[in-house]
């Protein structure tokens, strides 16, 4: 949630003081998600040959996304930067708030 806000102060704010925080605060705690994820898989799949299929496949599904994800930013990026942050900061906590990390998918 606290990517999504950097975003959201990135599109309303034109100090540049405020907007390198933001970026620095939401970058940081925004690639929280990936070691929780990757711990996760690790301990619940439990054959080494399986565990590298299933990794490559999310990794080649994730590209993908961001493959076309990234066409539609451009163009929105071209039409207004601040909306279009915003959006992106609105959609960053939407998506948090649905597919939350819960402690008990940590636990051993």
Known sequence: ?????GLIIMGFTNYAPLAIVAIVIGGG???GRKPAFSSYF???IKSSSERATVLSSLSM???FVIAIANLGIGYALGLSIDYTLAFLGL???IFAAL???QENYLLD
């Open 99 to 101: 597919f939350r990390i």
């Open 29 to 31: 705690f925004g690639l």
């Open 1 to 5: 949630m606290i990517l999504g806000i």
């Open 42 to 44: 690790n301990k619940h």
């Open 91 to 93: 959609f960053t906590i």
């Open 61 to 63: 599904f994730k590209t």
